[in-house]
């Protein structure tokens, strides 16, 4: 597995980094378009993977699901998580521009990213 992620380590990075240009704020709703747009992104990418998904229309943002029944005796996992982002805050605060996500020292960096 893990030279799978080292042979796969460039396309891994530039498609996060693909991920984290979506301005994906939820607390803001300039960014429904957005929003929408991030959840059609994962989605494509599990289905991609294998899963089978669908996006959900909720009261506020839309929801992704998705499955894979590769063996049924096989354990269910359950990830959960969101692809929403908290506002930026000032520009100004920020060393490089919060939705263009940089390389430096082996991190990534942008909102929405680890770093």
Do not use: C
């Not at 996060?16 to 704020?25: D, G, H, K, N, T």
């Not at 294998?50 to 049924?72: D, L, M, N």
């Not at 930026?88 to 680890?114: E, M, Q, S």
């Amino acid at each position: 597995m893990l030279d799978i992620l080292a042979r796969n380590r460039g396309r891994y990075l530039r498609e996060l980094a693909e991920f984290l240009e979506i301005p994906s704020v939820g607390a803001d709703r300039r960014h429904t378009a957005d929003m929408r747009r991030a959840a059609e992104w994962f989605l494509a990418r599990v289905e991609r993977s294998g899963f089978s998904g669908k996006v959900f229309e909720t009261r506020g943002h839309p929801i992704v699901y998705a499955e894979r029944w590769p063996e049924k005796a096989a354990p269910t996992l359950l990830v959960y998580g969101h692809y929403d982002v908290q506002p930026p805050g000032p520009l100004h605060a920020w060393k490089t521009l919060p939705f263009t996500p940089v390389v430096k020292d082996g991190a990534i960096y942008a909102r929405g990213g680890n770093r």
